[in-house]
């Protein structure tokens, strides 16, 4: 009977003497090995022991006894091998991913910026250039919105075709060419035609690139991730208010704003595509080179991978086109998640968010208090962003929902103190000697929607299932889209019907229902993976 060999490999030394010594003299008979030895480790999953050779020592008997049913972790035991796995995913790769869609982001917060500071070039009887009539001025300061309710419905069907990272590398493009073609235009038609189709591409690459920083991310470090793409927002609009202060023209600043684009179009350029996107596709050796790409070679992975992947063969994977996605969209778990996000997401445009930034530099000017309007504009837009800045540092610690409710509830006696101050205006009070008070309330309440609206962004993505986030987040996309249209059309009538005080409690009473509706019906999603999340809220509505 000839004798079985077995090799095996150490880190430490080529031959272990215990085992070796061991070896030799078991039969073949003795045992059947069921998966071989890996890293210096025994790791068999069965060791079935029949008969030992005489000689063999009961020293060894013990050893091999050891090893009859274990299972040995993939990782190595740290104190055994210094080469042991990382326990914890590298931070790199997803960063940049984020840096990258973040520029996109820049250009997206550029249009809703770049009405603040030129509607009053635009308007300007005196201007040599184009001159826009009242009605006009009301399209333009909410048609591209419009455009984006368009551009929501398009992209949803690219998502899930196409995936974020492509659907992102054609629309960039686009996005360049409307900016030059806006500030070449030579028409008031032209330019509001431009404006749609801007808005069209932006309503393409906004739930494109917040759902590819969403997916990629850990969940440890998902929330600091998106909040720094919803900074990025606010930096594109700091970066129009600041270009506007100089009086450089709306033309130049149209210049400015395609040049933006080459940033995160040459960054995609070295990024996978998103790795649940691929996991619906069936492309899963392509997902786990992604994760690997993201997490790190050394980080184990696979954990993560299995877990996307029975969510997705639980939602259907080889059903994931688009009409499909919308018939998973109506199971109840979804179906109430996507119905409480498109509530939020339509009120948030009325919390006075899209007025205060669409017409920062005309509200400041009816204040007729000794301050420079554009530099006010200018600070209130970098508040804002000061605002997203601290939503990153305490998102993940903190929690979602007390963001939400304290910093709208606090949004209520901002704008409760702004119209407060345009009723007093209009009587026979004098009020001159406040003028601080509205530029004070606009950068108070653009600090705090900044701490806490971002938690209405991220919780888009995170209470949907990876199968119909896709199509999930456009539907809400075109419903945000809608209400930004409707919130900057209807200032102007709404404000000329009840005044500006009138307009501006309204918008509060909106903040007071968003904090309201926050704290009683959305769940608490910190330090949860996509996956468990939508796995508990599936889970509670099948206890109800």
Known sequence: ?????????????????????????????????????????????SLQMKSLAEHTTQKDVEVFRSCEGAQIPRKSDP????????????????????????????????????????LPELTDPSSDDLILGPYEVAFFASLSDLGGAF?????????????QRTTSLLALPMSGACWLAMAFAHSQTFLLAMWFFLGFVSGLLSPAASMYVLEVSHKDIRGFLFGIVTTARRIGIIFVFGIGSLRVGWRTIGFACSAVVAIPLTGLLFLPHSPRWLVTRGRF???????????????????????????????QRRKSGFSNQVRMIMEPSTRKALALMILLSLLSPFSGI?????????????????????????????VFAVGTVIHICIVDRIGRKPLLVTSF??????????????????????????????VASMVLFLFSVGIGQPVINIMQGELLPTSVRPTGISLIQIFMYLGSFASAFTYPLISSAVGEYGAFWLYGGVCLTIATIGGVCLPETRGRSLEEITKGASSHNTQD
């Not at 606090?410 to 008070?437: E, H, I, N, P, R």
């Open 1 to 45: 009977m000839g004798k079985y060999n077995i090799h095996l490999t150490s880190s430490t030394s080529p031959e272990d003497p215990v085992l070796t010594s061991s070896i030799k003299g078991i039969d073949n008979d003795a045992f059947t090995e069921q998966e071989t030895h890996q890293n210096g480790h025994c790791n068999a999953t």
């Open 79 to 118: 104190q055994l091998d210094q080469a042991h796995a990382e326990t914890k995913p590298r931070l790199i790769n997803q960063v940049a991913a984020a840096m990258v869609m973040a520029f996109v982001h820049v250009g997206i917060g550029a249009v809703y910026g770049y009405t603040g500071v030129t």
């Open 151 to 163: 551009g929501s419905i398009v992209g949803g069907l690219m998502l899930v075709r196409l995936g």
């Open 285 to 315: 050796e392509e997902a786990k080179d992604s994760l690997s790409f993201f997490r790190g070679n050394s980080y184990d992975s696979s954990s993560e991978l299995a877990s996307i992947t029975e969510q997705v063969d639980r939602t």
């Open 354 to 382: 899209v007025v205060v930034i669409g017409y920062a530099v005309p509200i400041l000017q009816m204040n007729k208090a000794n301050i420079d309007e554009y530099m006010g504009a200018l600070l209130t837009s970098v």
């Open 409 to 438: 509830l606090f949004s209520t006696l901002c704008m409760g103190c702004l119209g407060g101050y345009f009723y007093l205006q209009t009587t026979v009070v004098d009020v001159s000697a406040y003028g601080w008070v509205p």
